[in-house]
């Protein structure tokens, strides 16, 4: 038996076997299925019709169906109603700040303050950490690379936009774009090239995938184009270094 990238799983037999398990109320399932002996696997893993059967997963998972009240469904055409912790999402840009933040000043102390001031005001980072450490999401695009054509974005190497950036007194900045290759729309007609098999059924991208050869190019050209105007940075993909005479300037660069 191999598994699925085709690695021998050292499988030296197999034996049938019942598993019984029981739920909050104490109520019996079971099912029978033929177990695997390896000399190489560390772990058990159980197949899914096997958690279908032991109730442990629904039938439909990970779409799991729900009832929802005309109560609950009509509270939630308001999104003010809603107290979850979701971060809401604005049609559009708050305006660009005129003056320093009340009770803030363009000094020193206050440089972690203005920056929290400014994270809170355009509300488009969050500081998350993967503490289940379940894996980074990836799918194999060699196929679709063989048969594609690159769009070549030239760009500085990182040694050299390191050399571009001024020593001494200066304020400097850096910021890390969120999903990034994800702002990048696919054409609809051209999605289906970016179709792959799940366990759970058959997805596809509707935004640029990471390992895709055209979509560092393609989202490094309009990083470039968008940020052309700004004046004293250095990019590299989706991060960028500004640097300013001070901190005033330094919070009002890039608006």
């Known amino acids: 038996m191999r598994g699925a990238i085709k690695e021998d799983l050292g499988v030296i037999g197999a034996v049938a076997v019942s598993v019984t398990t029981k739920d909050t109320t104490s109520s019996a399932m079971s099912t029978r299925l033929l177990c695997y002996v390896s000399d190489t696997m560390e772990k058990a893993f159980i197949c899914r019709e096997a958690l279908i059967s032991l109730g442990i997963i629904h039938t439909n998972f990970p779409n799991v169906s729900t009832v929802t009240s005309p109560n609950i469904a009509a509270s939630m055409e308001n999104s003010?109603?809603?107290?979850?912790?979701?971060?809401?999402?604005?049609?559009?840009?708050?305006?660009?700040?005129?003056?320093?933040?009340?009770?803030?000043?363009?000094?020193?102390?206050?440089?972690?303050?203005?920056?929290?001031?400014?994270?809170d005001?355009?509300?488009?980072?969050?500081?998350?950490?993967?503490?289940?450490?379940?894996?980074?999401?990836?799918?194999?695009?060699?196929?679709?690379?063989?048969?594609?054509?690159?769009?070549?974005?030239?760009?500085?190497?990182?040694f050299h936009l390191a050399d571009r950036v001024p020593q001494g007194m200066k304020k400097k900045t850096v910021t890390d774009a969120w999903n990034g290759y994800h702002s990048v729309p696919i054409r609809e007609e051209d999605r289906h090239f970016t179709t792959f098999i799940t366990p759970w059924g058959r997805y596809r991208y509707k935004v640029a995938p990471q390992g895709f050869m055209a979509s560092g190019d393609a989202y490094n050209q309009r990083f470039d184009a968008i940020i052309s105007n700004f004046n004293d940075k250095v990019k590299c993909v989706d991060d960028t270094c500004m640097w300013a005479n001070s901190i005033e300037a330094a919070f009002f660069s890039g608006m």
Do not use: F, M
Request: with cysteine; charged share 25%.
């Open 121 to 158: 005001y355009y509300g488009v980072l969050q500081h998350l950490i993967k503490a289940d450490g379940t894996p980074r999401r990836t799918v194999d695009l060699q196929p679709q690379n063989r048969h594609s054509v690159r769009q070549t974005h030239h760009v500085p190497s990182p």
């Open 80 to 119: 003010e109603d809603v107290t979850c912790s979701c971060p809401r999402r604005r049609p559009s840009p708050p305006p660009v700040p005129t003056s320093l933040p009340p009770g803030l000043k363009a000094t020193e102390e206050h440089v972690e303050s203005l920056k929290e001031w400014l994270l």
